[in-house]
């Protein structure tokens, strides 16, 4: 079975305080490893996509990268804007997602 | 930009009664899900729809649930007699092609009395 697991479940930051969220997963093949942010009471909004072991995708503060056995976002001088639970997902098939259980950033002023 | 639209954002029911939940996807996308999240737990898959028929769906999307594409436009999530435990937000996605990414819309809070 399909197994994703973020690190910590939280996290604190003051602002400009860089540092990196982990998602490590097992599964049985990997199409593909997603990032998402999700504001509370609101749908996952879409981040990254990432396929292959080696590759790197940067969206303002944030990078994400991938090896054969986790991934990693990070947030380089995070704001508080930046605060939010970010889910990683794998999709080891066409379709379903598994997502895990994510981490929740603060960043205060 | 285009979005993924949902209706109702709150959907209040008894136990035992139909609920039918509402879902726009992207215009130009061909592939369509539908999630779950109890409150405080993970994002649930439930079902995936492509061409007109299921192609994936959960241990979670018993014989109580259903989908439909019954216009070019709407995608819809039936649950025929509603439970407890069928509290929860439901999200719909959809997508270009099986393997990119999905957008999500922005959610419907379920609360079965």
């Known amino acids: 079975e399909d197994q994703v697991t973020q690190s910590p479940e939280a996290l604190r930051l003051q602002e400009g305080e860089s540092s990196s969220l982990n998602c490590s997963y097992t599964?049985?093949?990997?199409?593909?490893l997603f990032w998402y942010r999700q504001d509370p009471g609101k749908g996952p909004e879409f981040l990254f996509t990432?396929?292959?072991a080696g590759e790197e995708k940067e969206k303002e503060r944030l990078k994400a990268t991938l090896t054969k056995k986790e991934s990693f976002l990070h947030i380089t001088a995070p704001k508080p804007e930046d605060s939010a639970t970010y889910l990683c997902?794998?999709?080891?098939?066409?379709?379903?997602?598994?997502f895990g259980a994510g981490t929740t950033v603060t960043v205060r002023a | 930009e285009p979005e993924v639209t949902q209706t109702p954002s709150h959907q209040v029911t008894q136990m035992g009664q139909e609920v039918i939940l509402r879902c726009v996807p992207i215009?130009?996308?061909?592939?369509f899900y539908w999630y779950r999240q109890i409150l405080g737990q993970k994002v649930e898959f439930l079902v995936s729809?492509?061409?007109?028929?299921?192609?994936?769906k959960s241990e979670i999307f018993d014989d109580q649930f259903s989908v439909e594409r019954p216009d070019g436009s709407n995608f819809t999530l039936k649950i025929r007699s509603t439970k407890l435990e069928d509290s929860a937000m439901y999200f719909c996605?959809?997508?270009?092609?099986?393997?990119?990414?999905?957008?999500f819309g922005p959610g419907t809070r379920l609360t079965v009395l």
């Open positions: 215009s130009n996308h061909l592939y």
């Open positions: 599964v049985s093949g990997l199409r593909g």
């Open positions: 990432l396929y292959s």
């Open positions: 996605a959809s997508s270009s092609s099986g393997n990119n990414e999905q957008f």
């Open positions: 997902a794998v999709q080891p098939r066409d379709y379903k997602l598994s």
């Open positions: 729809f492509y061409n007109n028929e299921i192609s994936e």
